[in-house]
């Protein structure tokens, strides 16, 4: 079977309902972006910090996987499938992906800020004095702006090993996630489906690049459809 490797960004959940973050109408705005997605926002305003994922989960909760999501789920019958997404919400899986890697963390958990190995699945407002099985704070499970990408590593080992790339909704311009392409060995093809596509170095290094102009739902399932008569 081959490897299929599907990397997506904020636009895959566009048509969900969930705001991109360098579009016109980004999610930050009336943000600053390390005020609520950096340590040092944390420390200096724990409370905003709160609110800001608080209302990003509550807003999960009313979302739906769209077309896109579920066109990827069949994927799984004819390849080796993973998913490595950038997004932090659960559409991917809700959508029937079965093997999804999340490079920035997720919405649906939370952590210890002093025991960073104690995870949690946690669908509700996260509040100070919410504390860990050992009594600290708990913490959005999300990479912040300035920490390690504990995920990097295994999403290279995948698209060095993939036959086929599919990138979907992604500016391609939040490195690390940005560079992974660039690890990228043996596929022959790849597929960039975006209506606003950004073609940075690593993606213009790649011969066999296939770019489909047009949003997730459109595109992702047109893909498919290809992929699935290969
Ligand atoms: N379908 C597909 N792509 C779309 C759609 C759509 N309906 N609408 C917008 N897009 C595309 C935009 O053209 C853009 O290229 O989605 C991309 C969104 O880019 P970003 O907002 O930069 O999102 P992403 O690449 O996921 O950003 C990476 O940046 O702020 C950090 O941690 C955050 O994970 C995020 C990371």
């Not at 499938?81 to 958990?109: A, I, P, Y």
Request: glycine share 8%; hydrophobic share 40%; with cysteine.
């Amino acid at each position: 079977m081959d490897k299929l490797v599907i990397l997506t960004g904020a636009g895959m959940s566009a048509e969900s309902g969930i705001k991109t973050f360098r579009d016109d109408d980004g999610l930050w705005e009336g943000h600053d972006v390390m005020e609520v997605a950096s340590p040092q926002g944390w420390r200096k305003n724990p409370e905003l910090v709160l609110d800001f994922y608080n209302q990003r989960r509550r807003q999960l909760h009313e979302v739906e996987p769209n077309s896109g999501h579920e066109a990827l789920s069949a994927l799984e019958d004819i390849f080796n499938t993973t998913v490595v997404t950038q997004n932090v919400d659960d559409l991917h899986e809700r959508g029937g992906s079965s093997n999804v890697l999340h490079l920035h963390g997720e919405l649906f958990k939370v952590r210890s800020t002093q025991h960073p190995e104690l995870v949690y699945d946690w669908k509700e407002d996260l509040n100070i004095g919410d504390t860990c099985e050992k009594g600290h704070q708990l913490r959005p499970h999300i990479v912040w702006f300035g920490e390690a990408v504990p995920m990097l590593e295994e999403a290279a080992l995948e698209v060095l090993d993939a036959d086929i790339i599919l990138i979907i909704g992604s500016s391609m311009q939040v490195y690390p996630a940005a560079g992974l392409v660039g690890f990228a060995q043996k596929a022959r093809k790849i597929y960039y489906v975006d209506p606003n596509p950004s073609i940075n170095y690593e993606l213009s290094l790649i011969a066999d690049l296939k770019v489909i102009d047009a949003p997730a739902t459109q595109g992702v399932p047109a893909v498919v459809e290809d992929l699935m008569r290969v």
